[in-house]
């Protein structure tokens, strides 16, 4: 006997998933143009765009990383497991200065930062400026998502006291077999 | 003789389409978070967000890095993500 709803459309999930795409691409957009005012009454010129094809052409320039994360690799990765992903690649004068990539909690509260490298050039004209510029779309992206705290995931040793300090206000929780991270209600 | 559990298997579409039903107390509504905003709402709450402070923006909290040889963060080595 035939029946009429079958269980799964693999068209309709695709369809889902692209219209999922598209809806949040157009919110990190929203939190892009925020954040990119908040910058600039800081005194910060930055242009905030999604981690397109030239953001990952001009990734792959970097020498002298840290750490040797396949960008390439990791945004195909993400987009196809989190339309709801936070990304942003930071450009001035058409430098790519910064990447970042993170996602929001299913259903917890809390927006987290995953992956931040910037770029290793010390001629980069956003050093020192990257992390500031990379909180600021990441809080104006949580606000858009209505959630109420975001996380830095895997933090570097050295860098823990600074996210911590006075001025910036994270506190550090260590989980028990877990990576630990630094939190901050916004 | 067939009883009637056994005509039903696993792979029978009505299972698939099983919904649990209601829990007690009647149907939560969601949380602000698990519903996708539209871009009016998001903008609304930018805009009533506009006032909270942002420590990382103020003069100090842009000095915090300036120093910092590095501004990385995340794993050493690139962890795959499960599927959400």
């Given amino acids: ?186 | 003789m067939r009883t009637e559990h056994m005509t039903v298997s696993s792979s029978t579409p009505d299972r698939a389409r099983y919904v649990a039903p209601p829990k007690p107390g009647g149907r939560k509504r969601p949380a602000a978070s698990d519903v996708t905003p539209t871009l009016e709402e998001a903008k609304r709450r930018l805009a009533a967000a506009a006032s909270r402070p942002q420590p990382w923006l103020t003069p100090e909290g842009l000095a915090m890095f300036a120093d910092a040889p590095s501004e990385d963060l995340g794993p050493e080595v690139y962890r795959r993500p499960d599927p959400e």
Wanted: charged share 20%; glycine share 6%.
């Fill in chain 1, 1 to 186: 006997m035939d029946r009429p709803n079958m269980p799964t459309n693999p068209q309709s999930a695709v369809h889902s998933r692209s219209r999922a795409e598209a809806e949040y691409r157009n919110l990190r957009g929203v939190a892009f143009q925020d954040a990119t005012a908040f910058l600039l009454a800081a005194g910060v010129r930055a242009e905030l765009r999604p981690i397109d094809a030239a953001a990952l052409a001009a990734a792959e320039l970097w020498t002298g990383r840290r750490v040797g994360w396949p960008w390439h690799l990791m945004i195909p990765d993400w987009r196809r497991n989190y339309p709801k992903r936070f990304e942003v690649a930071i450009w001035r004068d058409g430098v790519l200065c910064a990447l970042a990539l993170g996602r929001p909690a299913r259903k917890a509260p809390h927006l987290s930062l995953y992956y931040l490298e910037r770029n290793p050039d010390p001629a980069n004209p956003l050093r020192g400026q990257v992390t500031g510029a990379v909180l600021a779309t990441l809080r104006a992206y949580a606000v858009v998502l209505g959630k109420a705290e975001l996380r830095l995931m895997d933090p570097l040793p050295a860098l823990i006291p600074r996210y911590c300090s006075a001025a910036f206000g994270f506190h550090l929780v260590t989980p028990a077999a877990e990576a630990p991270y630094c939190a901050r209600s916004i």
